[in-house]
Structure formats: C-alpha cells, structure tokens
C-alpha cells in the first residue's frame, strides 16, 4: 500500500471506509426499535474476542510525510480582574449609592403592581419599577419599539460605564475588538412577543416587524455592542434565575484568558407583566400577601409563602488589572473567581442534600484559591420560598461550619427577586459592601426559621463588616448553581 500514489491510497481508503460504514448503518437500523424516549436497541449478539468481523475490510492510512500539528499557542499567565463600573436600574433606584442607601436604611421596593390590572390574581404585588426613562440613553425611536428587558440592560450597561470614568476620550482610545459585552435575561422580550401573540389575533400584517429579534435574549447585548462598537465576544446567556453569575464568571474568564481586556456584564428581566405573573401564579411560587407588599418578602422567617417578582438590571464592568490602572480607574473590587454546577435533581425543587450547591461553592473557592476560613460574607440566594431558603442556608452551613465571624443576608427581602437579573444587583450590593465597610439588613425576618442559625443571619439593621471574601449565590430553575467571590482590591 505505501507504494500507491496518495491519491489513489486515499480513493482506496475512502472506498473500504465507505463499505465498512453501510454495512454498519444497515446493522444499527435493524437494531434500532422505536418507542421510549429515545428508543431502545436490541442487546447485539455476542462477538468473538477481537470485536472484528470476518470479511469485513479494515483499512488504516498512513501519512509518514505529514509531522505532527504544531502548537503555537503561548502560554498566558493568568490575569487579574478587577472591578471599575457598576450600573443599576432596580425598585430602589437607578444609581449604585442611590440603591444601596436603601438597602442599608432596610428600605423596600415592592409596592403593589400599577403597570396593568392585576385585581383578578392572587398575587397583585411586585417589586415594580414605577419611574424609569430611557432619555440621553437610548435612541427614541428604538426604545419605543424594544422590550423593557432591553431599556434596562442598555440604560445599566452605558451607566457601568460613566460609573467607571469610561469617557468619550477614554472610549475613542480603546482596542474596541478586546472589549465585550455579556449580559443575559432568564426571560427575554416577553412582552414583545405577548404584544405578537395578541396582533396575530387579527393579523400577522399588524404584528411588530422587530417581535422575532427583540424577544430573544442575545438581542440586548447585541444592541449594546453595536451602539458602543465593541467588537470583542458578545452573546448572552439564559439559565434562569442564575443568568447573571453565568454571565459574570463567563466575561472574567474571557479577561483572564487574555481574549479581552474589558467586559460588560450581568443580566436584566422584566417580566412583571400579565403573562409574567400569571405564569409563576399558576406554578403557586409567589406571595400573596398582598395587603402588607413591604412585609411580603422575608427570606428565612418562618411565615414566608414565596417569592416576590422584581425587575430591573445590574451591570458591572470588568476590567483587566493593567489596562484599569494604565487608564487611571478607580478599581471598587476584585473578582477572584467562581463556579457552575447542576442539581441534575428537578426542574424546581432544590436538591434535598444540597449536593449540587455545596459542590459549587467548594469550587468556587478552589477556583478563586481561598479558603472557607477566608469567607466572611455571604449574599445568599434566599427568595422567600419554604425550601430555597431552608437548602441553601443547610448547605452553607455544611461548607463553612458554624463560624461567628459569618455574617449572610438576602438582597431579596427588599427587592423582591429580579430573576435573571437578580445576582447582577446582588453583585453590585457586594461590591458596595466592599467599598463602604457596611453590609445590609434582612428585612421582615421577625420569626426566624427553628432550622436556621440566626446567629449567622444579619438582623433588622446594617452592620459594620470588615469583608475579606464576599461570596454571592443565584440559583435557576433546572438546577443551575452559581457562586462568584470578591474581595477589597
């Protein structure tokens, strides 16, 4: 065979392949039956030792002439990312120290739902934002035919950057193809494509010619990038109530590879809207303690009876440690690291064990390089569901034992559960607490859990902290875990 011309060793080969391969597709749909799932096959029959056929040609072609591929790839040290923009737009203000002030003064932002006539549901309240503009941020033509999920992520993207000093001058000089933009939505354009349904009623011929494209949830970012130029990675990612730590540990690593050297990132929802509501009213997940909104989110109290919807985005931009220190940024904090994982359990209900969530901080820890001892501040999950809260408090008990010098509380409480947008404003709470030395209050917790330790919980006031390690938990429907960890720079 060595003797034959390449050519016609490789129409040799390519021949035998191709009998070899017909012979076995004709073999696998005789042992294919349908039914089930994904079919099953009948159990083949047992080979003689040396699993070959007899008669059946085998055919190896050898390319002494071609060396091994090269790698060229060098290799990159591991680079640092910091923090140097935040931007908001939550029930409790539309600038970071705005929305943080609240937070420490235990203030809430879930009010009744004034946006449509909820009076026929169960559940009536939200933490709804009642005054948001899009003037100076977004063209008006465009605001008027996008999603809200889309205003407040580009309203929050562009604020990340005045936060952080990005100015026009700053803006002109940047390599546009290293910065990116991943921010995501556990539910995208719902309401663009309600309006749809509702004008395909009458006539797709009055249907929004935009509802395909803004309804999904890569549009956002990619509109963002188009309006800023930035050609570097850019798309979204959708993993429920978790999409905003997906997307942060997501744009680190592209900075910490070396791909980029500034990304925006985090996540945005706005599904308070009657499709919205109605959906979680109908899997039985919200509160329905309409006549008290304030008192309706109260994350490990034991007279809690679920969860209250919130809207809005959080935005931070990270930032390469060199090129934020070349451009003379104000770095808030350092993003150290972080982990995904799966229950692999049910689509709603924690794992009863917690497996998948102590799996993912015990990650998260090895992939930031820090100890448990080093953990001194939790901004859990915790949404105000019986099982959620109860879980996830027992598995961070199991990572990091019962030391007092743990202090963990839940954004939720006064926000109300933003969904994917919730660990991005969670995100930006951390980081606040980095920067001011005070952390916030649970609000509504007057008659902790039997299960919980209070002595771990944050009580009715902020309290001073000294934060070494801040980790913050979002969990998804599906069984998505993630844990992302700060530190002080």
Not at 110 to 124: L, V
Not at 261 to 275: E, V
Request: aromatic share 6%; net charge neutral.
């Amino acid at each position: 065979m060595s003797a034959v011309a390449p050519p016609l060793r490789t129409w040799i080969v390519a021949a035998c392949l191709s009998a070899t391969c017909v012979a076995d597709d004709e073999r696998k749909q005789r042992n294919y039956i349908g039914g089930g799932l994904f079919g099953t096959r009948r159990q083949p029959a047992a080979r003689r030792r040396g699993g070959t056929r007899s008669g059946v040609p085998i055919a190896v072609s050898f390319h002494p002439e071609r060396g091994a591929v090269e790698n060229n790839k060098s290799e990159t040290k591991q680079r640092r990312v910091v923090v140097t923009g935040m931007g908001v737009v939550t029930p409790l203000g539309h600038e970071p120290d705005e929305f943080y002030n609240n937070l420490l003064q235990g203030l809430s932002g879930i009010s009744e739902i004034e946006a449509f006539d909820c009076s026929s549901y169960p559940t009536r309240i939200a933490g709804e934002i009642k005054s948001f503009s899009t003037d100076g941020w977004v063209a008006p033509k465009l605001a008027k035919r996008m999603d809200k999920f889309m205003q407040y992520l580009i309203v929050a993207g562009k604020k990340a950057l005045e936060n952080g000093g990005v100015t026009e001058d700053i803006m002109n000089e940047l390599d546009k193809s290293r910065c990116g933009v991943l921010i995501g939505s556990g539910m995208g354009g719902m309401k663009v494509f309600s309006d749809a349904i509702e004008a395909l009623r009458v006539s797709y011929r009055k249907m929004n010619p935009f509802c395909v494209p803004f309804a999904t949830t890569n549009m956002g970012s990619a509109i963002l990038a188009m309006d800023l130029g930035w050609m570097g990675p850019n798309y979204s990612i959708s993993t429920a109530c978790a999409t905003s730590n997906f997307c942060i540990l997501s744009a680190a690593n592209h900075i910490m590879r070396g791909e980029t050297d500034l990304m925006l990132c985090g996540g945005s929802d706005a599904p308070i809207i009657p499709i919205g509501l109605g959906g979680f009213v109908a899997c039985r997940a919200l509160s329905q303690r309409n006549s008290d909104p304030t008192k309706a989110s109260r994350p490990w109290d034991m007279d809690r009876d679920g969860f209250v919807m919130g809207e809005g985005a959080g935005v931070l931009l990270l930032e390469e440690l060199e090129h934020a220190k070349q451009r003379g940024a104000e770095i808030y904090a350092e993003f150290l690291g972080g982990s995904f994982t799966c229950d692999a359990y049910h689509m709603t209900e924690p794992h009863p064990e917690g497996k998948g969530v102590i799996l993912c901080v015990e990650n998260a820890l090895a992939d930031a390089g820090v100890t448990r001892q080093d953990i001194n501040y939790v901004n859990a999950h915790a949404t105000s569901t019986q099982l959620g809260d109860l879980k996830e408090f027992q598995a961070l008990c199991r990572c990091f034992g019962q030391n007092p010098q743990l202090r963990v509380n839940s954004t939720k409480s006064m926000t109300g559960h933003l969904l994917g947008a919730a660990g991005g404003i969670e995100a930006v709470a951390v980081i606040q607490a980095i920067r001011t030395g005070w952390i916030h209050p649970n609000i509504n917790l007057d008659n902790p859990d039997k299960n919980v330790d209070v002595n771990l919980l944050v009580g009715s006031q902020k309290e001073r902290c000294d934060v070494k390690v801040a980790l913050s938990n979002s969990f998804g429907f599906g069984g998505h875990n993630s844990s992302i960890l700060f530190a002080p720079f």
